[in-house]
């Protein structure tokens, strides 16, 4: 049996999650998972760069130190497994984004957490870099995870959507119609925006169990005004980040809306999550909502998310087979076994691509 582990920090920038996996007829069990945080100062060091706050020495060195945490997030989850190092085929590491910028006369994207390391740490191959192949060939480079999603969550009797809840929320409308195709796309934010905002007026990085926002009500003016931001009405393919959706944009909308109580804004913050996502869902009369990533663990969006979609059966990811929250490492992870098999990991429909691609650049042990 071969096993791969599958690294994956994302929007959020909260931590590192590794899992140790295996593949076998379109199923996937996980053998061991890991989570590591980042130091405090790390984590400010990163939201700074991520908003162009950093020299390139900062970048350089930024790099270097997720790279080790990247590593050391990597030999954790061989430890807590029963597994010989020796068959464990490679490693898919995501890295950090600090800049997404899919548009413009020269789109890039921008990964850090040196797969160099990783691989001279580990003494495990590594396939990093995953998204620029797909931006070389006209697409997005995001979100990547729908071509897992398609392979070991489609269903030929079900419509299943998978609605991802990072810092950023996406979609994956998988159609039971075998000749319908899956599509998918990022829908805007989701923890985001309310981890910003509640790090600046509380002082704690997030809003443990939405228990804050419950104490306020959504003020319909600055919902109204923030749904009427332009990403919300883009057609796909589209992707985003905390490029756009930061603090700042969140302040200069409050700005418009004075005296406005800070539990009301993460209150309505909360909303525009559960409103950008149910109103960009594809329309049918028979869908399968299931859900993953860190919004799964906040009861109130959960609650919302339910109310929104009270004819769409809202589920967790566990009942395909695959934790809530290890989803997107499990993606990375395939997404190395298929750079190393030479197979394509994009959805060119998802992503815009001129065609499917092999994703990643392969650092040998």
């Keep these: 049996m071969e096993a791969w582990i599958g690294l994956m920090s994302g929007t959020s920038m909260d931590g590192i999650d590794a899992v140790l996996v295996s593949f076998q007829n379109n199923t996937v069990q996980i053998h061991a998972s890991h989570t590591i945080p980042y130091p405090d100062a790390i984590r400010h060091r990163l939201l700074a760069a991520s908003q162009n706050q950093a020299a390139p020495d900062e970048i350089g060195e930024l790099d270097t130190l997720v790279g080790t945490l990247f590593a050391q997030a990597a030999a954790e989850v061989v430890q807590r497994s029963s597994f010989d190092r020796a068959i464990i085929r490679g490693i898919g590491s995501h890295g950090q984004t600090i800049r997404h910028q899919p548009s413009g006369k020269a789109p890039f994207s921008i990964q850090i957490g040196n797969p160099s390391v990783v691989s001279e740490a580990t003494s495990i191959t590594t396939v990093a870099d995953f ?161 993953c990533g860190g919004g799964a663990r906040n009861p109130l969006l959960m609650e919302e998310l339910g109310k929104a979609l009270p004819e769409a059966r809202l589920s967790l990811t566990s009942e395909l087979g695959v934790d809530p929250q290890m989803v997107e490492p499990v993606a990375f992870a395939w997404l190395a076994k298929q750079a190393l098999e030479g197979k394509p990991g994009n959805l060119p429909e998802v992503t815009g691509a001129e065609g499917p691609r092999i994703l990643g650049a392969i650092y040998p042990a």
Aim: with cysteine; charged share 20%; hydrophobic share 40%.
């Design 131 to 291: 998204r620029r192949r797909d931006m070389a060939a006209g697409g997005q480079g995001a979100p990547l995870v729908p071509a897992f999603h398609k392979a070991f969550f489609g269903s030929k009797t079900e419509n299943r959507c998978i609605l991802n809840l990072g810092g950023i929320a996406n979609i994956t409308w998988l159609p039971a119609k075998a000749d319908m195709s899956a599509t998918g796309f990022d829908t805007g934010p989701a923890n985001a925006l309310m981890d910003a905002w509640c790090l600046a007026q509380t002082g704690l990085p997030f809003d443990s169990d939405g228990h804050w926002a419950r104490e306020g009500s959504v003020n319909q003016e600055l919902l109204d005004d923030m749904v009427s931001d332009a990403y919300f009405s883009k057609a796909p393919p589209k992707s985003t980040g905390k490029e756009r959706f930061n603090l700042e944009w969140v302040k200069t909308l409050v700005n418009r809306h004075p005296d406005i109580p800070a539990e009301d804004i993460q209150r309505t913050l909360l909303q525009l999550t559960v409103d950008s996502v149910v109103n960009q869902l594809p329309v049918t009369e028979d869908l399968r909502v299931y859900v």
